[in-house]
């Protein structure tokens, strides 16, 4: 059985406050998985402990307790990171380089060279949507062109899983939309995502599993569809159903033409089962 593409074990973060003999707890005995292929979205209030749970994953902050594996290999070191492609929340690129210029720079940071190097740049230019900015300077970029550079230099040395850290924050609804298609395109390539958001609606149009976490605990947790399911109830279907059908719909349904299309359990909406999870912040 091969390993999940992010493995956290009981772990667990603790910051000193300086000056004062007191402790902040940043994340409280936290144990998740992610499975290789799969979209899961960590959400959380700020605060809640999201940053600090990517960056002991990534390797950039050391656990007071707990481990974290990527892909089967402890995420303190360096080989785990192989296989990771990274967007911070706000990114920094040179704003004098252009777009292909951005990405020759990080794939030479990755070992990249050559005819290969020039394909790869051209290949995710014309993935993310940039292939006619290729040339323009980042310093001339909208936010929402800039994230999408992030992505491609996320994406340079083909990683088996990339984390996003509010990959849509400050872009407008059209660059979000455009960058939704994208994560759903990377998941179509066999791609794992870790993704932290705000953007609830977005979450729950992409995410295959959450995890909600509140004071650094982990609240909730599995498949998106199960955790805002309303269990008292069950909802029918139907196609071609006329009104009086509806009116009469538990006798007449036995003997007539109608099909039940679907039967499920209806379903809130992330918003509002986030809310209600973690006391109404966000």
Do not use: W
Request: aromatic share 6%; with cysteine; glycine share 10%.
């Amino acid at each position: 059985m091969s390993a999940p593409a992010i493995s956290i074990k009981s772990l667990t973060k603790v910051y000193p406050i300086p000056f004062k003999r007191e402790e902040l707890v940043a994340v409280k005995d936290l144990s998740l998985e992610v499975e290789a292929g799969q979209v899961y979205g960590l959400l959380g209030p700020n605060g809640s402990g999201k940053s600090t749970t990517m960056k002991i994953v990534l390797g950039l902050v050391t656990p007071t307790s707990g481990t974290t594996e990527i892909f089967g290999r402890n995420s303190r070191y360096v080989e785990s990171r192989e296989d990771v492609g990274f967007l911070p929340e706000n990114p920094y690129f040179y704003k004098f380089l252009t777009g292909q210029e951005t990405l020759n720079f990080y794939g030479k940071l990755c070992r990249l060279s050559g005819a290969k190097l020039r394909e790869r740049t051209r290949e995710l230019l014309n993935l993310v949507g940039l292939e006619n900015a290729a040339n323009r300077r980042i310093g001339g970029y909208s936010k929402g062109m800039l994230q999408r550079i992030g992505l491609a230099q996320a994406l340079i040395q083909e990683p088996r899983l990339l984390v996003l850290d509010e990959p849509t924050a400050g872009v407008d609804p059209s660059g979000s939309r455009e960058i939704r298609d994208l994560i759903l395109n990377f998941k179509s390539r066999g791609i794992t995502v870790l993704l932290c958001s705000h953007l609830l609606g977005q979450v729950q149009e992409i995410c295959d599993r959450i995890g909600i976490l509140h004071e650094g605990v982990l609240v909730r947790e599995g498949k998106l569809n199960d955790l805002i399911s309303i269990e008292s109830q069950t909802e029918l279907i139907l196609e071609n159903a006329t009104p009086e059908l509806i009116a009469e719909l538990e006798i007449a349904i036995a003997r007539s033409k109608a099909t039940v299309v679907e039967k499920r359990k209806p379903q809130t909406n992330l918003e509002r089962y986030f809310l209600e999870v973690t006391g109404g912040r966000k």
